[in-house]
């Protein structure tokens, strides 16, 4: 920083605000604490969204003592980002999966996924959870201009993979939609941020420890302390000493190279506006273009009018991007087009995907075969359910050491159908070091306007400048902690994300998305380069 000034805290992964994080809470919250010495427990969960939260959760109820550290508060990352959809309903589609991982492992999909639907269902029943848990019916509805064929080659790749009441229907119930589209039973939505709270009082209420505001800079094994064999150490001192340890940070930040050459970082965009009550029926909707559409519903509090539309997409891989508010225009128009009761947009928001090469997420032991060590990421645009399956996963693989979708979800898997997609995602990436070479976004910080951020060149360097409301200026080095890739900022989100492979930085610097463990080192300018201080 160049002004001196102390930077504030960053509580939240982003500066647009979630329908789920605006809503107002009702009732009790869980109230975590500031972790101020050592400690040992049982299992130590690194992250407090839904993953860890819910492996958390299912350890406590056997009995084992847990601890979760977070940075930010609970729902802080991408959990209070999503649209919320609970769905068994493959964003990649059963065609993929049965090419991919074959006709047992589409099977294992199909039935992880509807599992962690009841899984949620059963807590909020269990822990009297007030989340707006509502069974809805999900359709997959064939895109204008799209052949034909693809609906019904899904549907058989549905059957194949045990869902048997998967249906094709002539139109989706939908004003407006045409087409055939595929009705997939008894999917859910919730709405999130409840939901993660009554999980937190639930795991608490069993002897559960949550801290946050505590970062963890490492997690690794300590193969010579048999009763204590892992290691958390945070960024402001404090080490958690445990049995075992789960990092379920979004991206995970204890393996530097292998997960991260399998999975690539994207954004995804959302809108949410008010629509007369009973316009548009419950259910969960998706489209077939490429980035596709999704759209839900919100119901509004008891004797409200309106309920609040939500429709998602636009993605694109994080970093890459500069036409952010065009995307979410783009959505806007694509919406009224096919909801022209669709009031004035309300909420704008955007979150990190990570897309695995083959449509699944990577959850178990880490690729580094660290013992006692376990992950959770490549949520692959189904976080929600992803979520609850680590739970049930994690949970067995620490108490019981096995689990029949231990194999699915592997994170050292590799499968042969994937090695295009890892080769293409893999070349954009490695493209991605090339600005380590070109010159800087702007020439000096005087075309950096208040509430902005710019790379500049210093020599040989690259400073990432940020210009506060106030104009101060606040410098950080351009280096992504990660593997040394050039940030670039998002104005939208108010943050430094890296191109390569998804670590994103708030505007002072400070880590907020892994895989990155620490915050952008802290740079100066140069006299000759701040023309200005204010």
């Known amino acids: 920083m160049t002004n001196g000034q102390t930077q504030p805290e960053h509580f939240s992964s982003g500066a647009t605000t979630s329908l789920w994080m605006a809503a107002s809470e009702t009732g009790a919250s869980a109230t975590p604490a500031s972790l101020t010495g050592d400690l040992h427990v049982d299992v130590c969960v690194v992250g407090a969204g839904i993953a860890g939260l819910t492996t958390a959760y299912l350890l406590a109820r056997h009995g084992r003592q847990v601890a979760v550290l977070d940075d930010g508060p609970i729902g802080g ?22 090419r991919l991982h074959g006709e047992q492992g589409a099977r294992l999909a199909a039935e992880s996924h509807s599992a962690a639907i009841d899984l949620i269902e059963r807590i909020v029943s269990e822990e009297g959870i007030d989340c707006d848990f509502l069974r809805v019916d999900g359709y997959l509805i064939l895109a204008p201009g799209k052949p034909p064929g693809r609906i019904d080659r899904e549907l058989e790749a549905a059957h194949r993979a045990g869902l048997a009441d998967v249906e094709k229907l002539d139109r989706p119930p939908l004003e407006g939609f045409t087409g055939p589209c595929l009705r997939f039973p008894r999917q859910a939505q919730f709405h999130p941020m409840q939901y993660l709270q009554g999980v937190a009082q639930a795991f608490q209420r069993l002897g559960g420890q949550i801290y946050t505001r505590a970062h963890v800079d490492q997690v690794s094994a300590d193969k010579d302390d048999g009763q204590a064999p892992v290691r958390a150490v945070t960024s402001h001192g404090p080490t958690v000493t445990a049995q075992a340890a789960v990092v379920a940070t979004n991206s995970p930040i204890n393996d530097r190279v292998l997960t991260h050459l399998k999975q690539s970082a994207y954004r995804t965009y959302v809108i949410g506006a008010p629509i007369p009550r009973g316009a548009v029926p419950l259910g969960l909707y998706w489209d077939t273009l ?37 995307r979410w225009l783009r959505l806007e128009a694509w919406a009224r087009a096919h909801f022209p009761a669709l009031g004035p947009v309300a909420y704008r928001w955007s979150g990190q995907v990570m897309e695995t090469v083959d449509g699944l997420a990577f959850i178990g032991r880490t690729p580094t075969r660290e013992p006692n060590i376990y992950i959770a990421t490549g949520d692959s645009g189904m976080g929600m359910t992803h979520g609850a399956i680590a739970g049930i996963l994690l949970s067995s693989l620490i108490l019981q050491g096995d689990h029949p979708w231990a194999t699915l979800y592997d994170p050292l898997r590799l499968r042969l159908g994937a090695l295009g997609e890892l080769a293409r995602e893999d070349l ?107």
């Not at 209070?80 to 059963?94: C, E, K, Q």
């Not at 919100?298 to 036409?323: F, M, N, S, V, W």
């Open 428 to 534: 954009n990436e490695a493209w991605q070091y090339k600005d380590l070479i070109t010159p800087g976004e702007v020439a000096s910080v005087a075309e950096i306007a208040p509430g902005m951020g710019a790379v500049l060149r210093q020599g040989r360097e690259k400073i990432a400048v940020y210009r506060d409301a106030q104009g101060a200026l606040h410098a950080r080095s351009a280096y992504c902690t990660h593997l040394g890739c050039v940030v670039t900022w998002n104005a939208v989100e108010k943050s430094w994300d890296c191109p390569c492979h998804g670590s994103r930085f708030d505007a002072y610097g400070q880590v907020v998305n892994g895989p990155a463990p620490t915050d952008l080192a802290e740079a100066r300018l140069q006299e000759n380069s701040r023309e200005q201080r204010e």
């Open 77 to 98: 990352g991408e959990t209070g980002r999503t649209t919320a959809h609970l769905s068994n309903a493959i964003d990649d589609r059963y065609t993929e999966m049965v």
């Open 290 to 326: 490429d980035p596709y559409h999704y759209v839900r519903l919100h119901p509004g509090a008891e004797g409200d009018e309106q309920d609040i539309l939500l429709i998602g997409g636009e993605d694109h891989k994080t970093g890459q991007a500069e036409d952010w508010e065009e």
